[in-house]
């Protein structure tokens, strides 16, 4: 059975200005997602996370490569435009107040992506509300506007408004990265919820390991346009064997003074840059196990075990130097034993009031416009 999404060699330069040189964003990335399936991008800023996921969405024209969806290669003739296809893919953005248009009250925007799509007001009517009431948002917000809001319950408008055409697929823009801990913990949990419910596929793209490690099935590490790493969730974050997994593990800080990964080697010097790189690897300037065909070779991808693909010719060294370890894990564990002390149900957001009567008025009377 084929993937719900594949990306075979993807490449996007963007050309510079007053020159013939080109910045190479996108450096052939191979990557497929699953029906029901959630796969993180992670890396550092500058790496072709977005870029990637912008390719998907036909908002920028690849370079080279090919993208399918539902077993079928996107072009113009296969698109997110195309009749049968408009709706399957949607976008969540990172900043959801900029997002919101601020002079559309929230129904009319929730709304706005279905208005050609279903005909008749009353189903449209009864869409919307069901997306509202999924997000776990009260139906009183419908007739608010994005600067009455709270940056948590913008993005959560922003889930509903991208959930209301049945996605197959939702890329996920840095969607938990302007949104204060509280908040991020509860769009993760509502975002984990609504797969389960709708068996959604998630391409999920940050920098936010933290976040990456409770939301992912599999995650796919980049730097300077390539994957260096893939592999299910527990296992990146677990066994890493490309040194920039490691790097990149190692430089998160979590809430405790007694646990963080600790590495035996650091990575040294500043990113390149992306324009003209070198045809090797990308991370051979700073990486400590470079030999000498690093420089004019990119490694192949090496599977280290089932499902687990590593782009390094000295991925064994790395493992060998590296302890199997989980701070994350570790983490989780002691503070579900922090919070093991019995405590006050919390209230949930579907539990606040809901302005039946008045609004359902007021509904018909917006949508009379």
């Keep these: 059975m084929s993937a719900l999404l594949e990306v075979e060699n993807l490449v996007k330069h963007f050309p510079v200005e007053g020159s013939r040189a080109v910045v190479q964003a996108v450096n052939g990335v191979s990557l497929s997602v699953d029906k029901g399936e959630t796969l993180s991008l992670v890396g550092e800023s500058g790496s072709g996370k977005t870029t990637v ?3 998907v ?14 077993s079928r290669q996107m072009g113009p003739r296969w698109s997110v435009r195309s009749r049968k296809l408009r709706g399957k893919i949607q976008l969540v953005f990172q900043e959801p107040g900029e997002s919101l248009d601020p002079l559309m009250p929230i129904w009319r925007s929730v709304e706005e992506p279905i208005r050609w799509l279903v005909g008749l007001r009353k189903d449209r009517e009864r869409k919307v509300r069901e997306v509202i009431d ?18 948590g319950q913008q993005q959560r408008v922003a889930i509903a408004r991208a959930l209301i055409t049945d996605p197959e697929l939702l890329v996920l823009d840095e969607p938990t990265s302007a949104l204060s801990p509280t908040a991020r913990a509860e769009i993760i949990d509502l975002l984990v919820k609504i797969q389960r419910e709708l068996n959604t596929a998630y391409l999920f793209i940050s920098h936010d390991l933290s976040t990456v490690y409770h939301i992912s099935h599999r995650i796919a590490v980049m730097y300077l346009g390539r994957i260096v790493e893939e592999a299910k969730s527990r296992e990146v974050f677990r066994t890493p064997h490309h040194p920039y997994s490691v790097g990149l593990l190692s430089s998160v800080l979590l809430p405790s003074t007694t646990l963080r990964r600790e590495s035996t080697f650091v990575l040294q010097g500043e990113t390149p840059s992306p324009i003209n790189l070198a045809p090797g690897c990308p991370l051979v300037s700073r990486c400590p196990f470079r030999v000498e065909r690093c420089s004019s ?10 499902g687990h693909l590593v782009h390094c010719f000295q991925h064994a060294e790395v493992a060998a130097e ?17 919070l093991s002390v019995p405590m006050s149900p919390k209230p949930q957001l579907n539990e606040f009031s809901r302005e039946k009567t008045s609004g359902d008025a007021r509904w018909q009377n917006c949508l009379g416009k």
């Design 53 to 55: 996921g912008r390719c």
């Design 57 to 70: 969405l036909g908002l920028i024209k690849p370079t080279g490569g090919s993208i399918r969806f539902c």
């Design 134 to 151: 999924r997000v776990r948002l009260p139906s009183s917000v419908l007739y608010q506007y994005p600067s009455e809001l709270s940056a």
């Design 297 to 306: 070779e990119f490694p192949r991808a090496e599977e280290i075990t089932p």
């Design 322 to 338: 590296e302890k199997a370890t989980d701070t994350f894990e570790a983490f989780q564990t002691f503070v579900e034993q922090v």
